[in-house]
Structures are given as structure tokens and as C-alpha cells.
């Protein structure tokens, strides 16, 4: 590893988001999605599935209460299995006493705070502040003595906590929590969560590590990434050394999770029974040692958090073995496992990756937080070593795949993320149960759109890495910003309008001269790149990056200009899905065609290659939603008419000719019901 090249994210206090395209999702964020889900995590919304977060939260303040009040006398429920998500048995009447929700219900609350956390950096909020440190009370109440914060063992009896880390969420909970916790001590000085979670933290490092403790690990990812985050901010060590501690032991022999089954087996009085899926330790990336991996595999959301976290401690510990196993595993998710969309996850089982080169369209999984996991793996490669293959996949997930996950109008989301669509299908094939063909207002197992409100709201800190005296331009979001070096400010405007225009410019403001660089991606997309800097300013270039150095001055500016013509895009031949089909692609915008604009039987539209040049690019506006859309010359494969036999001698088909209509993936299904397709026939 390569330490002159390490860089971490900006402060987001630091960044003025002012961008076009961000700005909007992060006010449909502010002003929908926060605010939605706080109803949604007080059982407010009608019609909509009932999370029980809060409620969790109240009832185990309670029950402390009461052991506090009681003393001696008190008697603490003794733990039951009542599986991994319980409902109320009269949902009119729900014990206020009792959980509900799925086992990792609490962390709704976790992402919420951290959204509310980012927001609040961009735009200060009182009100929504004061609801925010309302929720933290409540969720502080319900803290254990010994550090515990779990609702699901807190109300379902404790004896049994840390008994099945599996499958029971706890350490994921947890990692929720310190991650939001972090946030919002970062946003608002607030330390009240923060010192909430370190005691979580301290709770868990007692029970768990190398000194006589248990040898477990999280069965959902997140706590190892947390960790760090929890170490980056308070300065103590052993939170690093616990998301090691974790990540060295996933994967080793004999299997804890086995382990575990086994002693539980014991506890209950039954025999034990090897689960008998083939799969078992890949879902949970523990099939091996983590150094060993080079295969993305398993559950996508869990592998992504996984890789992020090896990322995270690779750079803070030098561990090059580490390092070297999360090089390995991006190339095998980028190279073999990836849609163009930047979803990642290709199979419904186990919400899994699926072998390399299989890439279903209809059936794709690519799950939303599957695509956010990639984004925060990708972020933390690009923090040990600034190449531009990495910021070029965040940016196809940051404008394809994750924004997809929400409607246009923030108020319904997709938690799968299809690439093709026909929904008579998806009613009818058993295959296709998943996939939903509209957008949901909320979801029983809600990880989505808790998941893109967070970092939909932090994107600034995917755009902008810095060391000493290097700024790392990955992202061009329009923004302002401030950079030190040494004892010295530079305020930096940057002005663009992508994902729509090639180009982008980047002012400087300054007291006086400051020596530094700075770094800007030159995107994968673009064929042809111009970077005009001032006199005296000396470029190199690197891993996709032009590296201006020199001495800035105040009025100092850079003009970026790229191309971004329209490509028609192939894929390997061993993606068979896509074999004899493009992908229209503009900049790091994906499009497909909608039933919408282009009628039925998008399968028997072809593009014609020959008309590539005769693409036309208007700026429209759907819904509200500026965005450029594609008229592209095609042809379209005259249907039979109804009735026509099943089968008949081969003729080449009659075409006729067409314009279809291409609007960006990201804004699909939010004008009705209907098809809609990625790769198109050439
Ligand atoms: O298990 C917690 C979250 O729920 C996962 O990350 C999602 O895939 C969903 O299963
Ligand atoms: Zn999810």
C-alpha cells in the first residue's frame, strides 16, 4: 500500500451540496423520505405494514424501568424463540410490552438517525433536531446496565443474547447504531448516542475477542466498518482491534456459527442438526479465512459491507494480505458479477451473488442496499489507492441502481432493481415472484429505503477525498467547499451539470498562495478529456487521475471538459442474457425504454448501429425531475397478427422503422405500470 496516497472523506460540515441532480434527491430526502419515515418507525402511516421500531424501543425502556424500580424483586423474561420476525397476534391491539418486527428492527431507527445526522450537516433543522434527540432518549433509555442494546434480546429475555450471531442481527444492530451515532455527533457535537454505542461496544468487546472471549463474528456485516468509524472518532484503539478481531475470525475452522448451533442444540435438549445448505458459509462470506477470498459470493448486502470493512482495517493497519484479498474480491464483483446498472446481487436466492457472467434481467435481484454496499466498498478503495475504476463503478451505482430504489417523488421505493420487465410476467411466473414492477410505499423488511436516505444525504463524502495537501475530485458534484492545508484555507467552488453535461469547473478562493494538489478522475466513460489549468500549475497523470500541482492563487481556476457522446454498449459474450443486445449509455447514465413512451413488445424493438450518430438529447422534465432523454433510431419487428400459428418456416422478420424514447433507468416506473428494458436487440 502505497501511504502517500491514503486519503479520507471530507467533514460534510465542510461541503455545501449545490448540485442540480443531488440537491433534489437530497430535498426529496429532507423534505419526504426523513420525515415519512419517522411515521413509518412510530407505526403512523395507514395502509402501510407497521415497523414496531419505536414500540421496541418503549417497551424495553420500560422493562429497565421496572428492573430499576423493582430491584431484587424483579424477574427478567427468560428468552423464547418466537422466530425471526414476530407479529402481534391481534394487529389492532399489539402488547405494548412485547417485540415485534423483524430481528434486526432496531437498526430502522440506527439509519434513520444517521439520514437525520447528514441532513442536518447541509441544512440545520430544529425542529427536526429536537425530534431526533427525542428518539435518542427513548433508544438511550432502553440500555442495558451492562451496555446492551438490543431489543430483541432486551424483551425477549437475555439469557440468551450473543447465542446466534448467525442469524440474529445483534452485531449488525449495533454497527447500525455506531454508525449513526458517529453521524450525529459529527453534525451536531451531541455525544449522547455516541457514548451509547461505545458502551454497546465495550459490552460486545467483553464477550468477544482473543483473550478468552467468544470467538464469533457478525452473521450480517456492518460492525466491522462501524467499528472503525467508532475508533476514527473516539481514538480508541480497541474498536479497531475488535473489527479485526472479527474479521479474522470469519471464515475459520471449526465453524462458529456450527458452534454455536451446536451449544444452542445442547441448551434446548435436542440433537443437533448440520444445516444442510451447500451455501451456508458463503451466504455469510465465512466459507473461508477473509485473506483466502477472491470470489464475491453469498448474501450481496453482507459481502459488500464485508468488503468494506477488510478495506477499512487494510488501510488503518497495513495489512497487505488483507489489502491484496479486497483488490481480489472487487475485480471478481466488478469484472464478472456487476450489471450495468451498478446492482450487484444477480440471484432472489439468498439475495445473493450468483456465478460470474450471471446476470439475469428479469430475475436480477440487485437488491438497493446491495448497490449502496458496492458504493461504501468502492469509497474506501479509492481512500488507499485513487484509481479511477473505482470511482467509475460508485458513479454507475451513485446514478443508476440506487437511485432507482426511490420514486421520483421519494415517497415509493423498489427494493429489487430488475433490468427488464414485463409485468403479466412477473404476476404470473413463479420465477419472478420478487420482482415488483411499481414501486412500494414502504416495506415489512425495510434495509432500502432507510439505506438510500443515508447516502443520498452524505454524497458529498463519496465525492471528495483529501490527505495533507491533496484534494481527490471522484465524484463532479456541484458543491463548495473548504480544504486546509497547513495553516492556510482554500474555498473551492465546483459548478457542473452532470450527470447531464460533460463539463464541470472548478473555482479557487484563497487568502493567499497555497501549494497543493489537486486530483481530478477523468471519468471511464469519457473518449476524449480536456483539463485546462493555470499557468505554472505542473500536471501528471495517474489511475485515471490528472494530479495538478502547484502554487493556487486567489480567481485560480480548472475546466473540465469531457466527451459524452451516446454509446451503445455490449456486454462479455458470456453474460449469455445479453448476447445479441445493447445498453444505451450516456455518460454515467444507464437508460432503458418504457412501455410509456415506446408501446408493447419491447422485445421486438432493435437498435440500429448504423443510426448511432443520429441520436437526438433533450433535456426534459419528468415529474419535476430534469433529465436528459434519448430519441435513438431503431427498428421494430412487425408483430404477428393475433391468432398467427406458435411456429412456421424461417424468413427473415419484416421490420419497420422507429425512434425509440430512452429516459435514464434511475427514473423508470413512475409514470404507471409497465415494460421496460435495458439491453435492447440490435
Ligand atoms: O438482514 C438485514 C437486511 O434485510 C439485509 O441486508 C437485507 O438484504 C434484508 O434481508
Ligand atoms: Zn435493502
Redesign the pocket.
Known amino acids: 500500500m502505497k501511504r502517500e496516497f491514503f486519503s479520507a472523506p471530507l467533514d460534510l460540515k465542510c461541503v455545501k451540496v449545490t448540485d442540480r441532480f443531488w440537491g433534489r434527491e437530497q430535498e426529496t430526502v429532507r423534505t419526504q423520505v426523513i420525515p415519512y419515515q419517522w411515521e413509518a418507525l412510530n407505526d403512523r402511516v395507514e395502509g402501510a405494514e407497521p415497523s414496531y421500531c419505536m414500540h421496541n424501543f418503549r417497551a424495553a425502556a420500560r422493562l429497565l424501568e421496572k428492573k430499576r424500580a423493582l430491584g431484587s424483586a424483579f424477574r427478567a423474561p427468560t428468552y423464547t424463540d418466537r422466530g425471526f420476525q414476530q407479529l402481534p397476534d391481534d394487529p389492532a391491539h399489539p402488547d405494548p410490552d412485547r417485540f415485534y418486527g423483524f430481528v434486526?428492527q432496531d437498526s430502522d431507527f440506527s439509519k434513520w438517525i444517521e439520514s437525520v445526522a447528514y441532513s442536518l450537516a447541509q441544512h440545520p433543522d430544529s425542529a427536526l433536531e429536537a425530534a431526533a434527540d427525542g428518539a435518542i432518549d427513548v433508544v438511550c433509555a432502553a440500555q442495558h446496565e451492562s451496555g446492551y442494546l438490543d431489543t430483541f434480546y432486551l424483551l425477549n429475555g437475555m439469557d440468551r443474547a450473543f447465542t446466534n450471531l448467525r442469524d440474529h442481527?445483534e452485531l449488525?444492530c449495533f454497527g447500525h447504531l455506531a454508525e449513526a451515532a458517529v453521524a450525529y455527533y459529527q453534525a451536531t457535537g451531541k455525544d449522547k448516542l455516541l457514548r451509547a454505542a461505545c458502551r454497546f461496544a465495550d459490552c460486545i468487546g467483553a464477550h468477544f475477542g482473543p483473550e478468552g472471549g467468544a470467538k464469533g463474528y457478525p452473521g450480517?456485516e456492518v460492525a466491522e466498518m462501524a467499528l472503525v468509524r467508532l475508533y476514527e472518532a473516539t481514538g480508541e484503539e480497541q474498536y479497531l482491534r475488535l473489527s479485526r478481531f472479527f474479521l479474522d475470525q470469519r471464515g475459520t475452522q471449526p465453524h462458529y456459527f456450527d458452534q454455536e448451533a451446536r451449544e444452542r442444540a445442547a441448551y434446548e435438549g435436542k440433537p443437533f442438526r448440520q444445516d444442510g445448505d451447500p451455501q451456508r458459509y458463503a451466504y455469510h462470506q465465512a466459507h473461508l479465512p477473509v485473506r483466502e477470498q477472491s470470489e464475491a459470493v453469498g448474501?450481496a448486502?453482507?459481502a459488500g459491507y464485508l468488503y468494506a470493512g477488510m478495506a477499512d482495517v487494510a488501510k488503518r493497519t497495513g495489512d497487505e494480505a488483507l489489502y491484496a484479498a479486497c483488490r481480489r474480491l472487487w475485480d471478481s464483483v466488478a469484472g464478472e458479477k456487476l450489471y450495468i446498472t451498478g446492482g450487484v446481487g444477480g440471484t432472489v436466492h439468498g439475495?445473493a451473488f450468483s456465478y460470474p457472467y450471471d446476470l439475469p434481467n428479469d430475475s436480477a435481484y440487485s437488491?438497493t442496499?446491495a448497490a449502496i454496499a458496492l458504493v461504501f466498498f468502492a469509497r474506501r478503495m479509492l481512500e488507499i489507492s485513487p484509481e479511477a475504476r473505482y470511482a467509475d463503478v460508485m458513479e454507475r451505482a451513485l446514478y443508476n441502481a440506487v437511485p432507482a430504489g426511490m420514486g421520483l417523488d421519494g415517497k415509493s421505493f423498489f427494493y429489487v432493481n430488475p433490468l427488464e420487465v414485463v409485468p403479466d410476467s412477473c404476476r404470473r411466473d413463479q420465477r419472478l415472484a420478487h420482482v415488483e414492477p411499481v414501486r412500494q410505499k414502504w416495506f415489512g423488511?425495510a434495509?432500502c429505503p432507510p439505506n438510500i436516505a443515508r447516502l443520498v444525504s452524505s454524497v458529498a463524502s463519496y465525492a471528495y477525498t483529501e490527505n495533507g495537501d491533496t484534494l481527490w475530485t471522484h465524484l463532479y458534484l456541484g458543491s463548495s467547499l473548504t480544504k486546509r492545508v497547513g495553516k492556510r484555507a482554500l474555498r473551492l467552488e465546483m459548478e457542473t451539470d452532470m450527470p447531464w453535461q460533460g463539463c464541470a469547473r472548478m473555482s479557487i478562493r484563497t487568502d493567499g498562495p497555497v501549494d497543493c494538489t489537486l486530483a481530478f478522475r477523468i471519468p471511464g466513460w469519457c473518449r476524449r478529456a480536456a483539463v485546462t489549468a493555470p499557468e505554472g500549475i505542473a500536471r501528471t497523470d495517474r489511475e485515471g487521475y490528472c494530479y495538478l500541482s502547484g502554487t493556487w492563487r486567489d480567481g485560480d481556476a480548472v475546466a473540465l471538459d469531457f466527451d459524452m457522446e451516446v454509446r451503445f454498449v455490449a456486454a462479455n459474450p458470456r453474460v449469455r442474457e445479453d448476447v445479441g443486445k445493447a445498453a444505451v449509455v450516456r455518460g454515467p447514465i444507464t437508460y432503458c425504454a418504457e412501455e410509456a413512451d415506446n408501446g408493447r413488445d419491447l422485445h421486438l424493438c432493435r437498435l440500429d448501429p448504423a443510426g448511432r450518430g443520429q441520436v437526438r438529447v433533450d433535456m426534459e422534465d419528468v415529474l419535476g425531475f430534469p433529465l436528459a432523454a434519448l430519441r435513438v433510431p431503431a427498428w421494430r419487428e412487425v408483430p404477428s397478427p393475433p391468432g398467427d400459428e406458435l411456429y412456421r418456416e424461417y424468413a427473415p422478420p419484416a421490420l419497420e422503422r422507429m425512434t425509440l424514447r430512452l429516459i435514464p433507468y434511475f427514473a423508470w416506473a413512475n409514470r404507471g405500470e409497465g415494460e421496460m428494458r435495458v439491453w435492447l436487440r440490435v
Open positions: 434486526f442481527h449488525y450480517h448474501h448486502v453482507r439475495e437488491e442496499c423488511c434495509c
